[in-house]
C-alpha cells in the first residue's frame, strides 16, 4: 500500500467534508489520456500542493502516476516513507547536467504503452501562486518533444491546486480544489520554448480564474 492507496481511500474523503475537496476539468485530463501519454505540469506552491494534484490524478484516471521528485528529499526521512512504493523520478533539479538521466527516463515512459500520466512541476520547489510568478524552466519539454519525435502521442495538461498553504495544514472550511485545463497537444516540429510558453500560459489562465468560467466540477469518484 503507497500514499495514493491511502489518500485516495481516506483522505479524499475526508478532505470532501472539511474542505469541500473538488476536481475542476477532469474530463480534460481523461480526454488527454484517452489519446496517448499524458504529462501534467503543475505549480508547486507546497508540499500539500503536490499531493492534491497527484490524488487527483490518481483518482481520475484509476493508475497511479510517475512523481518528478528533487533528489534532496531522498535525505528525507519522513518524505521517502511517503514516496515508498510510488513510482518516482529523481531529479537534480535547476536544469543541472545531472538530471540527463531523469529526461531519459521521462522520454522512455512517455514512448512506452500505458496510461500512468507523469507529474512534474516545471518551476521546481515553492513558487508563489500568483500568475505573474510563474516562470517554467524547459526542462519538462525536452523529453515531450523526443517522445513526440519518436511517433508517440504527448499530451501536456495544466494544472493547479487553489486552498493550499505554504506551511501546515489549511482552517477546517476553506475550499481545497485541483484544477486540469486543457490539454496541450506535444508537436514534434515545436520548439522547446514555444511548448514551454504555451504551457506557462495555461498555467496562468486557471490561476487567474480567466477560464474556471468554462470548467465544470466533476464528480469525485471514490
Not at 518528478?68 to 526521512?77: G, I, L, P, Q, S
Not at 505573474?132 to 524547459?138: G, L, M, N, S, Y
Request: proline residues 4%.
Amino acid at each position: 500500500m503507497n500514499y495514493y492507496d491511502i489518500a485516495c481511500k481516506y483522505v479524499t474523503p475526508l478532505y470532501r467534508i472539511f474542505y469541500n475537496f473538488r476536481i475542476i476539468g477532469a474530463e480534460n485530463l481523461v480526454r488527454a489520456a484517452d489519446n496517448g501519454r499524458v504529462v501534467v505540469c503543475t505549480t508547486h506552491s507546497s508540499d500539500l500542493g503536490g499531493m492534491v494534484v497527484g490524488m487527483a490524478v490518481r483518482t481520475v484516471l484509476k493508475t497511479d502516476p510517475y512523481i518528478v521528485v528533487n533528489n534532496k528529499f531522498r535525505k528525507n526521512a519522513l518524505v521517502n516513507f511517503f514516496l515508498r512504493k510510488m513510482n518516482i523520478i529523481w531529479i537534480m533539479g535547476n536544469d543541472m547536467m545531472g538530471n540527463y538521466p531523469a529526461l531519459k527516463e521521462i522520454r522512455n515512459i512517455l514512448t512506452r504503452r500505458g496510461k500512468e500520466a507523469i507529474i512534474i512541476a516545471p518551476q521546481g520547489t515553492y513558487n508563489k501562486p500568483l500568475p505573474e510568478h510563474i516562470d517554467f524552466r524547459q526542462g519538462f519539454a525536452i523529453p515531450c518533444l523526443q517522445a513526440a519525435h519518436a511517433g508517440a502521442s504527448i499530451s501536456v495538461v495544466p494544472a493547479i491546486d487553489v486552498g493550499t498553504t505554504y506551511r501546515g495544514m489549511p482552517m477546517v472550511g476553506k475550499r481545497i480544489a485541483a484544477i486540469f485545463g486543457k490539454a496541450i497537444k506535444v508537436r514534434k516540429s515545436e520548439e522547446r520554448a514555444v511548448l514551454t510558453w504555451k504551457v506557462e500560459n495555461a498555467v496562468r489562465g486557471l490561476m487567474s480564474g480567466t477560464v474556471l468560467d468554462n470548467l465544470t466540477f466533476s464528480k469525485v469518484a471514490v
